[in-house]
């Protein structure tokens, strides 16, 4: 069955490093999306990106953060210079469809020290 | 703004049923969802339910949806210890924009053998 994969699984940086997510959606899937939950907080939505451009973004996503779809399969998220409270697990999602019909990653945990 | 709340812990006996509870504010919601969160795991979408729609079940599932009080629930019969999880209530429409799911803060059910 097809998945969305997520990489790295745990990453440890340390304040004020730039820090790239990576995830690789499902091949026929259009729509992207990058969300971060916070130990044991709300699932927040972060971005959404379509036809190579960011249609939605949350308050969250500041001049910091930034997505790329590099190449066909790939989808990343750079934090530019991570803050101790960007610690969280940060989810890929992709949809066929823009009807919130969401497959979700494993997630890649972040830790800021 | 758009908001969605769950209760935040249900604990059930195994064989009992569970019913988890959810409420929304954006009236204009078209798509309601339940994702499941198993530890360690990414969510996972369970079933959803058209606003249109009163009801929909599912195998042991069962959705029911009551526009009026912008409620929703989420019922599992005969419920397993593999049903342990965080259940996410999530809403899409046209206030929240098709773009981007709004997710509750989940509830974490745990099943007592």
């Known amino acids: 069955e097809p998945e969305v994969t997520q990489t790295p699984s745990h990453q440890v940086t340390q304040m004020g490093q730039e820090v790239i997510l990576r995830c690789v959606p499902i091949?026929?899937?259009?729509?992207f999306y990058w969300y971060r939950q916070i130990l044991g907080q709300k699932v927040e939505f972060l971005v959404s990106?379509?036809?190579?451009?960011?249609?939605?973004k949350s308050e969250i996503f500041d001049d910091q953060f930034s997505v790329e779809r590099p190449d066909g399969s790939n989808f990343t998220l750079k934090i530019r210079s991570t803050k101790l409270e960007d610690s969280a697990m940060y989810f890929c999602?992709?949809?066929?469809?823009?009807?919130?019909?969401?497959?979700f990653g494993e997630g890649s945990r972040l830790t800021v020290l | 703004g758009e908001d969605v709340e769950q209760s935040l812990f249900l604990s059930v006996r195994e064989g009992d049923s569970s019913v988890i509870n959810c409420t929304y504010t954006?009236?204009?919601?078209?798509?309601l969802y339940w994702y499941k969160q198993e530890p360690g795991a990414g969510l996972q979408l369970l079933t959803y339910?058209?606003?249109?729609?009163d009801m929909k079940q599912d195998q042991r599932l069962t959705v029911l949806l009551n526009k009026k009080d912008k409620h929703l629930s989420l019922r599992i019969a005969d419920t397993q210890t593999g049903d342990s999880a965080i259940y996410f209530c999530?809403?899409?429409?046209?206030?929240?924009?098709?773009?981007?799911?709004?997710f509750g803060p989940g509830t974490s059910l745990s099943v007592i053998p």
């Open positions: 999602a992709s949809s066929r469809e823009n009807t919130g019909e969401l497959f």
């Open positions: 091949s026929n899937h259009l729509y």
């Open positions: 990106f379509y036809n190579n451009e960011i249609s939605e």
């Open positions: 954006d009236s204009s919601s078209t798509y």
């Open positions: 339910i058209f606003s249109n729609m």
């Open positions: 999530a809403e899409i429409g046209v206030k929240t924009s098709y773009d981007k799911v709004i």
